[in-house]
């Protein structure tokens, strides 16, 4: 059973917000939208590089609705994964299995992921630091739908847009050959 995230669950933590802010300003064209479309017809994905990484995220532009962003800090080429969560998501702490998959791409991610809660803001998210790897990339740009599953629950996202949108992101982050 997919379950999709709360896209009114209010402001993301502030590293993800001032990104999301920027990049919601610098690509401000995508806000043609028509009014009547829901949040998970409107969300795209978007990328950018910034001062000190990149990020690729997934949301509505100019707003706070991104469930699921991808960042890039440098100079160490640390990657970092968040997933926002329903503010009714159990746990609200600690530590969890994260299994991403991305079909028809064959590749799997199997990694540990922290939970936290935020109760002035009801906001739960995970994040998760695996290494950027040929095998994420792949994912992102061959596959058609990102899957997250944690437990029982599934949490799935279109694809679409996602190889173009991660070029900043695979240019920061690729480890040097």
């Not at 209010?10 to 479309?37: D, E, F, N, Q, W």
């Not at 001062?51 to 440098?74: H, I, K, N, W």
């Not at 028809?104 to 936290?116: C, G, K, S, Y």
Request: aromatic share 6%; charged share 20%; net charge negative.
């Amino acid at each position: 059973m997919a379950v999709s995230s709360n896209p009114k669950q209010g402001p993301l933590p502030a590293a993800i917000r001032k990104t999301t802010l920027a990049l919601a300003l610098a690509t401000s064209p995508l806000t043609c939208l028509v009014p009547h479309v829901n949040a998970e017809e409107a969300r795209v994905w978007m990328g950018e590089a910034q001062e000190g990484g990149a990020v690729l995220l997934y949301g509505m532009p100019q707003t706070d609705d991104v469930p699921v962003s991808f960042r890039c800090e440098l100079p160490a080429r640390a990657f970092i994964l968040t997933l926002s969560l329903d503010p009714d998501f159990e746990p609200k702490s600690g530590t969890v299995k994260l299994t991403v998959i991305a079909p028809p791409a064959a590749d799997q991610l199997v990694v540990e992921a922290d939970i936290q809660f935020l109760a002035e803001m009801e906001l739960t998210f995970l994040e998760a630091r695996p290494a950027f790897d040929a095998a994420i990339a792949r994912m992102l740009k061959q596959g058609a739908e990102l899957k997250f599953t944690i437990g029982e629950k599934t949490f799935a996202y279109p694809l679409t847009g996602a190889a173009e949108a991660m070029r900043p992101i695979e240019a920061a982050c690729a480890k040097p050959t």
